[in-house]
């Protein structure tokens, strides 16, 4: 990848990188032309290998410069061929929701109604090029100083034309924030974008989102078979009402647009007036909940054939899946830490009693996905450093903005990579990344990763045994 002060196009300074994935890197930027402070979006070198991937990157390009809105990033250039791919676009001074929500825990209902009007307000300004979001959540809501939201994060829109932003195939989407029609595999449309930013409202009232369980099948299924879960009472009823409506598992009880989304959070902003509640279904017993019963049953037959159909909810970030580790007591009883099982104490966090090799990562809208484990002595790009719980809060934050914590950067750090090493000389200047994992409702491990500089691979072992 690049390194600071590589100038892009004979024009754009990299001075700061400030995210990461596994598509590619965020950079604060100089435009030595114009005299201005930017954002660049870089692409890895190995996806350039893909012709379709650069045509989409192309299609994130045009379906945001086509949006003319204050809440939405401006973008000022692009380029993209074989040799490189990036995006220039404005720079935001501020911090996504998402970490703004690991820091405070919630907002306040005025805040909230705040927030939600501004979005939804960009988002009605998508609409109207005939563009569906598909990935509205925290960490692509951009915070200024001055309190204004920002929308970015186009890659997976979907146009008027059917135009996918990312690998076609499975389902599309952060699966927290996903409407039930997508879990489904029926296309999205301008109210699954209402639907997923009615999570977001959820989330800033209560701390946590609506729906949650061990893994994303189970939250799927809590999603197209009941209702959220009513927030607390000290939220107003008037705001409680009104995300409740975006919260429909019916689209058609949603708010129709986001335009009256954003005006009846301005009316209960100011107090003008209330919203009308969406229908809440009630579940008896009887007929009615043997029908409902009946209902659940067939809307798991349809998610089961969508995961198995594209990958779909498989290849989700929060995995969930019993292959990896939970966190259990080590046998020494004058040890206070915990490890997980199949791993050995290590210094302050965990490492693997035998070398731990991945494939390339990948990333959507900034969620991690799952990377395919290969044996280490075949040429593989990333290798296991250390591990330990995902502190608290960083599961609200981006994949690629993790390194702007403190603890995850103390974690993932070039000091650890030393102490594991097996050639310091060789591995000194391996690029690192923090991924996580959920592997159950409670417990989210991160690992520390690191490969070779401009996406290269390896062959056999580079860090040391613990066991």
């Not at 994935?21 to 870089?42: C, F, I, P, S």
């Not at 080590?330 to 830490?337: G, H, I, K, T, W």
């Not at 090493?421 to 200047?429: H, I």
Request: aromatic share 6%; hydrophobic share 40%.
């Amino acid at each position: 990848m690049h390194s600071p002060g590589a100038l892009l196009g004979g024009r754009y300074r990299l001075d700061e990188r400030i995210g990461a994935g596994g598509m590619g890197e965020v950079w604060r930027a100089t435009d030595t032309v114009l005299k201005r402070v930017v954002a660049v979006k870089t692409v890895l070198p190995a996806l350039l290998d893909d012709p379709g991937f650069v045509r989409r990157f192309l299609t994130e390009a045009r379906a945001m410069a086509g949006v003319r809105h204050r809440g939405v990033v401006t973008i000022h250039d692009y380029h993209g061929d074989t040799g490189g791919a990036y995006l220039v676009m404005e720079h935001i001074d501020g911090e996504p929701l998402s970490r703004a929500l690991a820091r405070h825990g919630r907002l306040t209902a005025e805040s909230t109604l705040g927030l939600l009007a501004q979005t939804a307000e960009a988002l009605q300004a998508v609409h109207d090029q005939g563009i569906v979001h598909r990935d509205v959540k925290p960490g692509n809501l951009l915070v200024r100083l001055d309190g204004t939201v920002m929308l970015t994060d186009f890659g997976i829109a979907r146009t008027q034309d059917d135009t996918s932003l990312t690998t076609p195939g499975g389902i599309l989407g952060t699966p927290s924030y996903l409407a039930p029609e997508q879990v489904l595999g029926q296309p999205a449309d301008a109210r699954s974008d209402i639907y997923a930013l009615g999570v977001v409202a959820y989330e800033c009232l209560s701390g946590h989102r609506p729906f949650t369980g061990d893994n994303p099948f189970a939250v799927a299924m809590q999603r197209v078979g009941q209702l959220p879960p009513p927030l607390g009472p000290d939220v107003p009823a008037p705001v409680a009402a009104l995300v409740e409506r975006a919260l429909a598992e019916d689209p058609e009880q949603r708010w129709p647009s986001a335009a009256a989304l954003a005006e009846a959070a301005h009316g209960v902003l100011n107090g003008s007036h209330a919203p009308a509640p969406s229908p809440r279904r009630s579940v008896g017993r009887g007929t009615g909940g043997r029908a409902r019963n009946r209902r659940v049953r067939v809307l798991a037959a349809a998610v089961a054939l969508v995961v198995l159909a594209g990958g779909g909810l498989a290849g989700w970030a929060f995995w969930g899946s019993d292959t990896f580790p939970r966190w259990t007591s080590p046998d020494a009883p004058a040890a206070d830490q915990r490890v997980p099982a199949g791993y050995v104490a290590c210094g302050a966090y965990a490492c693997p009693p035998e070398p731990e090799c991945w494939g390339g990562l990948t990333s959507s809208g900034g969620t991690a996905h799952r990377p395919k484990r290969i044996a280490c002595d075949q040429p593989h790009p990333w290798e296991t450093v250390v591990v330990a719980a995902l502190p608290a809060g960083a599961e609200f934050v981006r994949q690629d903005e993790l390194m702007a914590r403190a603890d995850i950067a103390a974690l993932c750090s070039a000091q650890a990579v030393a102490q594991r090493t097996r050639d310091g000389v060789a591995t000194a200047n391996w690029q690192r990344e923090p991924w996580p994992i959920q592997v159950d409702q409670d417990t989210w491990l991160l690992y520390c990763l690191a490969s070779q500089p401009e996406g290269g691979v390896t062959t056999g072992p580079a860090f040391q045994n613990a066991g």
